[in-house]
């Protein structure tokens, strides 16, 4: 048994940068489901932001790239990006900001490839495949340094549009929302069509827009070095966090894989004694949290005030709000208004005593909310949280609310009373929880039987289509549908001529008998 283990044991790499906390929390996720399995996992981490938290895996050995002298001041550009969550109308105009940021994520790649002896200890490693989000093009770059043939690109989003040359999945923006979102649906009317088509070139521009600093430093450092993009896409497989019992459906392709519910696959534990009697001082308990990207801390003052107003108004019903600065004494005079710079947010999900929860939609909350069977208050902020509320309400899973309804205490008190007294969210919820609870396979089973399948086989080539080297013309067949339009515009003009020059035969004809006559 021991030799049978052995050899079916396989070590992989995780490239995961210290650049937000949901970030690392999925790839850890993704980690130690290997690690159950029985693999070896490394998780590499270069730390781009030194205010996240490390990668919080069980089992998994990590490797921090830590420097002496770094330039912080993309860290005051992720806050200033953070401000903007809040002020920015729609997502794309955020994208200015954080678009800096990738000239500082260059600096941590050519501060990664230089630290001392690691790039050799990773080719000692022998590591059978790599994984990691394809947001930063270092890691494929990192991958073929070191000698890693075979890897898969594991999105903590649900969707990628605008990358079909790397993920080689079509878009399409005519009936599926673009992952930078936009307030509407699947069903859309024409400007919302012209507007989907916008936000996802904004999103294509976004990651691709930073390629030749990537290449540069690559180049600069190692002559001759593959185009960054073409090593991207010569992944073998495509882990998306996205399950089709709740996305809006899409085209897909044969690398593509969905796991979305991974990073609920580990369980849950009942609630310590001081949060369980807090869950018992009311009929209801209602969670309010916005995610560590989209802080509370620093949502406009009206927003604030509009929580507080909505507290007063329903004195039966105890809120929870997660908020990170207690010296802000945002709950004060306000009894069952509790507030807490952390909250075990999946347990709490779980507890049958919870009665809805207000969100800002992120990928993971949305997961553990839609696996509880908990009604939602969707309140999202940016980029990708948008697309993911109107998944929510398609799905009948709650109450939809823009950002700014957050300043307009009427709107966002009767948002709750409409979850808390209206039966069928909840109801509609619990439906959902069932069917997704009771699926064939888990996703931790469908990510660990698909990675221990590419570390036995060679890059899974076979799934590549020819499509991601056609130009555009090719593509869409403009050249194909043009040929035919331009035979069926000869063919018109042929019959025009043909039937002037009989109409011309038969009037000579009838002149010259007209004639004879």
Not at 156 to 165: E, T
Not at 289 to 300: D, H, L, Q, R, W
Not at 320 to 348: C, F, R, S
Request: hydrophobic share 45%.
């Amino acid at each position: 048994l021991v030799l049978i283990s052995i050899s079916t044991s396989y070590k992989f790499l995780c490239y995961s940068p210290l650049f937000g906390s949901s970030h690392s929390n999925y790839l850890a996720k993704l980690s130690d489901s290997l690690i159950d399995a029985g693999h070896q996992v490394v998780i590499l981490t270069p730390v781009f932001d030194s205010t996240v938290k490390g990668a919080h895996s069980e089992g998994a050995r990590v490797i921090q790239v830590k420097y002496d002298r770094r330039d912080r001041a993309h860290e005051v550009s992720a806050v200033e990006m953070i401000d903007a969550t809040w002020s920015s109308g729609e997502t794309w105009e955020a994208l200015e900001v954080p678009y800096t940021l990738y000239t500082f994520l260059t600096k941590t790649l050519s501060a990664t490839i230089h630290h001392p002896g690691l790039l050799d200890q990773l080719r000692e490693e022998k590591f059978d495949v790599g994984f990691g989000e394809s947001m930063d093009w270092c890691m494929a770059g990192l991958f073929h340094l070191v000698g890693i043939k075979k890897f898969a690109l594991a999105e903590s989003i649900s969707v990628k549009d605008g990358h079909f040359a790397v993920t080689q999945v079509p878009d399409a923006p005519s009936y599926v929302p673009s992952i930078m979102g936009g307030s509407f649906g699947d069903d859309m009317t024409f400007f919302q069509r012209a507007f989907n088509i916008f936000n996802r070139h904004m999103y294509q521009r976004f990651n691709f827009r930073a390629i030749p600093q990537y290449q540069q430093v690559f180049e600069s450092n190692f002559p001759g070095f593959p185009n960054v993009v073409d090593l991207m896409a010569s992944n073998s497989l495509v882990f998306l966090n996205s399950d089709p019992l709740v996305d809006f459906p899409r085209p897909s392709a044969a690398r593509i894989i969905d796991i979305g519910g991974i990073v609920v696959s580990n369980g849950h534990h009942k609630l310590d004694e001081k949060w369980s009697a807090i869950f018992d001082l009311r009929p209801k308990t209602v969670l309010m949290s916005f995610g560590t990207f989209a802080k509370a801390v620093v949502m406009p003052e009206e927003c604030k005030e509009t929580i507080r107003e909505t507290a007063k108004a329903l004195p039966d019903v105890t809120f929870i709000w997660k908020y990170e600065e207690p010296a802000h004494n945002v709950t004060q005079g306000i009894p069952n208004l509790i507030e807490t710079t952390w909250a075990p947010q999946h347990d709490m999900l779980r507890d049958p005593r919870l009665s809805a929860f207000v969100t800002h939609c992120g990928q993971g909350s949305m997961t553990e909310a839609n696996y509880a069977g908990v009604p939602l208050v969707a309140v999202p902020v940016i980029f990708d949280q948008v697309r993911n509320a109107f998944q929510a309400k398609r799905s009948g899973l709650g109450v939809n609310l823009d950002k700014t309804d957050l300043g307009r205490p009427k709107v966002f008190a009767n948002a709750i009373r409409e979850v808390l007294e209206n039966p069928k969210h909840k109801a509609q919820a619990a439906k959902t929880a069932a069917m997704l609870n009771d699926k064939p396979f888990t996703a931790r089973q469908i990510f660990v039987r698909n990675m221990e399948f590419l570390a036995k086989h060679d890059p899974l080539r076979q799934l590549d289509h020819y499509g991601r080297h056609l130009n555009i013309v090719q593509y869409y067949l403009i050249d194909v549908v043009g040929a035919a339009l331009l035979i069926v515009a000869l063919g018109i003009v042929f019959a025009v001529f043909a039937i002037v020059k009989i109409f011309r035969v038969i009037r000579k004809l009838v002149a010259a008998k007209t004639k004879n006559e």
